[in-house]
């Protein structure tokens, strides 16, 4: 299975009936794929909509209807648009079961930085900081390594998105979650050992006796 | 309400003017009153937007003419030449959270003296600005945002002014409708009064001073 939907399909194991999601740009947005309708989540885009649906057919698409990254989507019964007051309202008022967003690092205290590279990628925050701090639950969805490099390191080098500590990072090696003690390792990618994720993971693991494998549903 | 013509609004906006311009991702932005202020070679412009869309769209025009001199927005991760034109020192651009940013141009608008948010806590976001504790917690002070001139789009407008919206095409439009000194509206359509029945208009016409008129 290819690295991105292994950590989509792990990440739909999250999700439970009647959540509101709000699934970020690029990996995260695969998710959907994998949350089956009858679960009845309502996923958000930020740019205003609650219940955001599939792709459209070519040549049906609504200009005025598309997700955080301006790609054309459609909308399920029950959707309601919104403006950018009421969709941060319910992001930062805690109204947001989960939120799932890309990482550039997260760190041993679960802290995440994913906006920027000074001097040389500067995107900008768009809609993260607000989301890793009101939403109740704060899933990291990233693969483990760039470039060779760890993206689990001891201390975030990149600036930071928020204060609050993530609530778990889905890599395509680990399910790791982020405590008061450090990042406890709890699920291996199918496949892959504990020494594995060791020697492919800068920051210190707390690893319990048990590391089951991934659920992938 | 007399409508104008985008030319003709154009013309209003003087050289180094702030603008409030609804949109996301330039879904929802006023594409013709862009494409006039390019017409008349407008320059030093100050653009407060939620992003600067991509190259060839919606604000990405306004950046690619070299019309802009500053931008308040919070993401540009989409136009590679807004990131360019920022680290060569040509465009001034503050990076401003999303969900802060619409709080503080919402601030300007209703006549509030800020917005105490937690987002940004912590982070580069903070620097330079009060934290103010309140029943225990820790928040930024952020200042409001008014501006010279609000451009909006809008799916409808009636003759007097009223505005409704098709679905993402809200996003900030009705929040800058509030905030800027002379607010100029684009609709797709203008309809007679009473087409919009009063629970669907989203800004009231009294708000808006100019209606874009069709080409």
Redesign the interface.
């Known amino acids: 299975m290819e690295a991105k939907e292994l950590i989509a399909r792990r990440v739909a194991q999250e999700i439970a009936p009647g959540m509101l999601v709000n699934l970020g740009i690029g990996l995260p947005s695969l998710v959907a794929n994998f949350v089956p309708a009858e679960r009845g989540v309502f996923f958000q885009?930020?740019?205003?909509?609650i219940g955001l649906g599939a792709r459209p057919p070519e040549g049906m698409q609504?200009?005025?209807?598309?997700d955080?990254?301006?790609g054309f989507v459609t909308?399920v019964p029950g959707a309601a648009?919104?403006?950018?007051?009421m969709s941060?309202?319910l992001?930062?008022g805690g109204h947001l079961d989960m939120t799932v967003l890309g990482g550039l690092e997260v760190d041993e205290a679960g802290m995440l930085a994913n906006w920027?590279v000074p001097?040389k990628?500067?995107?900008?925050?768009?809609?993260?900081?607000?989301l890793v701090?009101?939403a109740a639950r704060v899933v990291v969805a990233m693969q483990h390594s760039a470039r060779g490099g760890s993206k689990i390191v001891p201390k975030c080098s990149l600036?930071?998105?928020?204060?609050r500590r993530v609530s778990l990072v889905v890599t395509d090696l680990a399910v790791i979650e982020p405590s008061d003690a450090g990042l406890v390792l709890r699920e291996r990618a199918p496949g892959v050992s504990v020494a594995a994720i060791r020697a492919a993971t800068a920051a210190r693991l707390i690893v319990p006796e048990e590391v089951p494998e991934m659920r992938l549903g | 309400m007399k409508g104008l013509k985008a030319e003709a609004a154009a013309e209003l906006i003087p050289d180094g003017a702030s603008l409030l311009i609804g949109g996301f991702m330039a879904v929802g932005t006023p594409e013709r009153l862009i494409d006039a202020l390019i017409a008349r070679r407008a320059e030093g412009l100050t653009v407060i937007a939620n992003d600067t869309a991509m190259p060839g769209k919606g604000i990405g025009k306004l950046i690619s003419a070299g019309a802009v001199r500053r931008a308040v927005v919070s993401h540009i991760g989409l136009n590679p030449e807004t990131q360019a034109k920022m680290l060569a020192g040509e465009l001034a651009v503050e990076l401003v959270p999303q969900g802060t940013l619409v709080e503080r141009i919402r601030a300007g608008g209703v006549g509030l003296g800020g917005v105490l948010t937690p987002t940004g806590l912590g982070t580069e976001v903070e620097d330079g600005k009060p934290v103010i504790e309140v029943e225990g917690r820790r928040y930024l002070l952020e200042t409001p945002i008014r501006a010279d001139f609000a451009l909006l789009a809008a799916w409808q407008a009636d003759y007097v002014g009223n505005l409704c919206y098709s679905l993402t095409a809200h996003n900030f439009n009705p929040v800058m409708a509030l905030s800027g000194k002379t607010v100029i509206a684009e609709p797709e359509a203008i309809v007679p009064v009473g087409v919009i029945p009063p629970d669907a208009v989203k800004t009231p016409g009294v708000l808006v001073d100019h209606l874009i008129l069709r080409e």
């Open positions: 885009a930020e740019n205003g909509v609504d200009p005025h209807l598309t955080a990254g301006g909308a648009s919104i403006d950018s007051a941060f309202g992001i930062r920027k001097g990628m500067v995107p900008g925050m768009g809609g993260a900081m607000d701090t009101g600036p930071l998105t928020s204060l």
